[in-house]
């Protein structure tokens, strides 16, 4: 089981500042939402580094790394434009959100992650952090006469910020997402 996910966003060839936060973390899992802008390769073997230090035996680490704007050369082979995965018993929606238009709000990230099945969604681009919790929407089933297949559902929407390029007055931040063993988890807003 998966119980500490680190995640970051918009570093931009400031991969050190991850590096930093692995050593300082050493989690189970990573997810990076995009603007990498360097080899995810190099943040892998970080990974893998700091869990042999602290002696996990459960090697590699996972790790997800989504393509964001800024990441259109090379590298294309490793970079998901989005990401959809179950993990610990919820369903992830991860994207940079430049796709998804989320310098304009969040809608079409809440929808996207709805179509999805998704409880969680994961974007970055906009480098100011960001964790609401989206409540009561109700689906229906194939037709609009089905209300007895329609159920309220919930998706929490976060952003880490920027691990490297803050805007706002912000911090350079990333989020550490823990798991316990009933599979509720919590969420750390955390700063270089």
Same mark, same amino acid.
């Given at each position: ?5 680190? &995640?970051? $966003? /918009? $570093? #931009?060839?400031?991969?050190? @500042?991850?590096?930093? =936060? ?12 995009? %603007? &990498? *802008?360097?080899?995810?390769?190099? &943040?892998?073997? $970080?990974? /893998?580094? =700091? ?9 590699? &680490?996972? =790790? ?18 989005? =990401?959809? +995965? *179950? ?5 992830? +929606? ?10 304009? !709000? ?9 179509? @999805? !099945? ?8 906009? #480098? ?5 919790? +989206?409540?009561? +929407? ?9 209300? %007895? ?19 706002? !007055?912000?911090?350079? $931040? ?7 063993? @009933?599979?509720?988890?919590?969420? *750390?807003?955390?700063?270089?």
């Amino acid at each position: 089981m998966v119980k500490k996910i680190m &995640i970051v $966003s /918009d $570093s #931009h060839g400031r991969s050190q @500042n991850i590096k930093t =936060a692995i050593d300082r973390e050493s989690p189970d899992m990573l997810i990076h939402l995009g %603007d &990498i *802008e360097d080899d995810p390769e190099s &943040i892998r073997s $970080s990974l /893998d580094k =700091a869990a042999r230090k602290s002696g996990k035996k459960s090697l590699p &680490i996972p =790790a997800v790394f989504i393509q964001g704007n800024c990441d259109r050369y090379g590298y294309t082979d490793v970079l998901k434009k989005t =990401a959809v +995965f *179950e993990l610990n018993g919820h369903k992830f +929606f991860c994207t940079h959100g430049h796709v998804q238009g989320v310098s304009y !709000g969040i809608e079409n990230l809440m929808y996207t992650a709805m179509e @999805n !099945g998704c409880d969680i969604a994961l974007y970055g681009h906009t #480098h100011v952090p960001f964790d609401e919790n +989206f409540e009561g +929407f109700e689906t229906s089933g194939e037709s609009l006469n089905e209300s %007895d297949n329609s159920q309220k559902i919930s998706v929490r929407i976060m952003n880490p910020g920027s691990i490297s390029l803050p805007r706002g !007055g912000k911090r350079k $931040s990333y989020m550490i997402m823990t798991f316990d063993d @009933n599979n509720d988890y919590m969420v *750390e807003l955390k700063y270089l």
